[in-house]
């Protein structure tokens, strides 16, 4: 009893430390800015690095709560992206408030990605391991490809879709939103730093509060052992989806938070790469630890740029360093050296 205490409170002080952390970073950066202390190159990856914070903390609902492996997260993130773009390309004709615009693209942006991840859950789920990997990774190269052959836009007439751009046609005074592989283009940014903090805040509340529900109990007994989760009367497949596809609509509002942030942007940026980066952030964080994704994933985004004053060297330099972090939190003794050090601290703290 007292280890399952514990443990709960362990897990209060983790929750508590992933809000402080984005608030304190929050301030600081303001404040940077506002006094002029931030170098332009960085103050311009603010809103990418807030996206990329989401997509991994929508990821890690899959890999570290749930024990499943995704592949296919930079897909949500492209289907939401050019939803958000269209809704946004939209709306700003009849919506004079950009933020008004905003919410609502983040909103349907975040619908249609859980909409197709609960269509790509019915088969995938069904496999497990590096089955379920390859069948995420087929489903994002899909949708990338797909994106890469649209051509969407809208005149007087209403809407215009077609996958031949020589089929393709508006009329004088219409808007295009996807322009085949040139994907979208002329689009007004309305993504914001604040935006981007506010919606990490909000994907902590909703993961918090899944793992906390019934539903994300289940999943993690789903996860430590199936075949005792399923004798307690567990649905296994449902638990699997509801995670699944919660993690695609956050997914999907990161990539609205994304595409509002370029004026330009092309398919071939949710490519696979940009899933297993993702991954990484995940997996280096630690899988199911919600702050170290949040330490991971701004370190890591940010680094290339850091180690940018070092040329042709800095690719290597950051891949160095990617190597010995895997390796030092991984290593027992380093996991045993914390744990004691964790340890007299508290033996210290309770004899004060």
Known sequence: MEKIKS????NKRIQTLSFLFVIVFYVVIEALLKTGNLKSLIASMLVPVSCYVIVALALNLVVGVSGELSLGHAGFMSIGAFTGVIVAGYLSNIIQQPMVCFAIAVVFGAIVAGFFGFLISIPVLKLEGDYLAIVTLAFGQIIKTLINNIYL???????????VKKNFELQSGGKMFISGPVGATGTTTISNFTCGVIMILLTLVIIFCFINSRYGRAVMATRDDKIAAQSMGINIVKTKTIAFVLSAALAGA??????LNFTTLVPSKFDFNTSILILVYVVLGGLGNMLGTLISTVTLVMLPQL??????????????????????????????????YVYKKKQKGETE
Do not use: C, W
Not at 7 to 10: G, H, P
Not at 153 to 163: K, R, T
Not at 327 to 335: C, E, G, Q, S
């Open 7 to 10: 443990l709960f409170a362990a």
């Open 153 to 163: 836009g809208v005149d007087n007439l209403g809407f215009h879709f077609s996958f």
């Open 254 to 259: 990161a990539g609205v938070l994304y595409g």
């Open 307 to 340: 180690l940018r004053f070092l040329s042709d060297y800095r690719m290597l330099i950051y891949a160095i360093l990617l190597i010995a972090i895997m390796i030092l939190t991984n290593n027992p003794k380093v996991k045993e050296m914390i744990q004691v």
